[in-house]
Each structure stands twice: as C-alpha cells, then as structure tokens.
C-alpha cells in the first residue's frame, strides 16, 4: 500500500503579514519538493469537508464562535500577540482540520497505509479555549478525538516532536486516559511548559524537557524513552506532531538535530509501533521556520512512511 499526501491550496490564503514566520512559503517549499520528486508510491488527496461537530470534542463552542467572528473582511486580525488571520484563513483553517479528519478515514478504509498533512496553519498551541503560537485549532487534537468518537478507539498516542512545547495538546487530554501525549522539545523555552512533573491525569502525559543545544546523539539516546513508554501504552493508532524546527538551521529554536535525524525517528517509531497498532499512523506538519531544512527533514519524514512495511 502506498502513503497518502493530504493538503489544499487554500494555505496560500492564510496571509500572517510580511516578516511573520509561519508563511506561506513553508507548505509551498514541502508541496514543490514533493512535486518535483513525483514519488509513485505517494497518494495525493485534497482534504474533504467535515461536520463542524467534530471540533466542539476539541474546542469549547464559545471558542469556536469566537474564532468564526475573527476572520476579516480585509486586512489582518490578531487572536493573540504572534497568532494572525486574514480573510483567507477561514477557508486554510477548515481544511488543515480537514486534512487530518481525511487521512484518518483514508486509513481507515485502506485507501493507503498511512499519511502526511502538509498544512498550515498549524494547530499544537492551541488550547481548548485559546489560541496561540501561530495555531488556530489543535488538528492533532481534532484528530485523536475523532478516531475515539467514530472509530471506537482506546488507545491514542500522539508524539509530538515539534522543538517546542504542544501546551494546547497536553491542555486539552491532560485528563483523558484514551491519549497518551509525549513530547520532546527545547526547555525552559516558548509556551514555558512541558516540564517532567506534567504527567496527566493518569500518567498519560509524558514531557522529555531538552536543553538548548541538545546534539542529535543526545536527542536520539532521549527518544529511546519515548518509545519505552510507546511499548507500555501499546496505541491502537499513532499520531504524530511533526513539527521540523528542532533543526539545526532553523532560526527559532537551538536543537542540533539534522534532516537524517527525522528519518530515524520515524523510522525507530514506526518499527516499534508494527506490534501494536497494524501501521495505523498519520502525521501533521507543526513548525518548522528554515525554508530548506523543512523541505529536507520532511521527505526524510515522508520517506520513512513511504518504506515502512506494515
């Protein structure tokens, strides 16, 4: 089976203004990559409409409102300090909520294997209540609460390697015993979370705090405990943050990692989960600021889908 590539055009309309670092040219540079390629073995599919209903599991129905009301005629609106909408965005927004909802069904019937969501924007700040760090909805979040609500599933993991902390996934499962949320990420560093005695409800959250200038062999020999407690929890279905900013040339953060580096982690987890979870994985594009890093430690990501046999 082949590795479904889920993404819209609609991401070229969520306009964050000249300088800001979530740009537009941060999908383009993955989409164009991917393009030029021409990788047979990858499915592309634009993301289908979903029920609204799927976000109220997610977001409270007053944030939902709020965020509706927020998207201007013209211009730009703030919905905090770094998180900016333009007209556009409504339509971007939806579908990188859709993009997930997609893959999840297309895995489901079989449609491929498993699947990348290459959207903006991205969603792992965003609190039930509250946006944000450049995110609007928490798609990963939308995500796992709709594999326990059509689905039936148990067991949802979520990995979050994203180089800053997922406050707003850890916020919004912190007491769900269904998800287990693990995250590897620069401390103390932006949301000022994610420290070790953050555990859940029911021991359902697990933080590995890295310090600035964290090589990739220390950040590797750290991961072996994620998937130590992957192998405990033994997730029906794999999710994962995939945010590219613990690159070493990326401008927002100071983790050494190097695009090879993101192979190996997908390819570590991947193996690791066959046992449990029949391959059931999809991924979602968080952060990631350098053009060409992001471009090369995605395909190295997407590559570890493309080979994994499940």
Known sequence: MKTGL???????????????????????????????????ELIWK????????????????????LVSKSFPENGLAFLDGDTVVSPGSKEATKDAVGSIITAIDSVQQKEFKNAFCAVRPPGHHAEKDKAMGFCIYNNVAVGANYLIEKYKYNKIAIIDFDVHHG?????????????????????????????????????????????????AEEYLNAYEHVLKKLKEFKPEFLLFSAGFDAHIDDPLAQLRLGSEDFYTITKRTLELSKSFCNGNVVSILEGGYDLKALQDSSKRHVDALIEFDC
């Open 6 to 40: 889920v993404t819209s055009d609609t991401y070229q309309n969520h306009n964050t203004g000249d300088g800001h670092p979530e740009k537009i040219d941060r999908v383009t540079a993955i989409i164009d990559n991917f393009k030029k390629i021409d990788n047979k």
């Open 167 to 215: 406050n707003g996934t850890q916020d919004i499962f912190y007491d769900n015993e269904k998800v287990l949320y693990i995250s590897t990420h620069q401390y103390p560093y932006y949301p000022g979370s994610g420290s070790e005695q953050e555990k859940g409800k029911y021991n359902n959250i697990f933080n590995i705090p890295l310090e600035a200038g964290t090589t």
């Open 46 to 65: 634009k993301p289908a409409k979903f029920d609204q209903s799927f976000l109220i599991n997610t977001h409270s129905s007053e944030y939902i409102g």
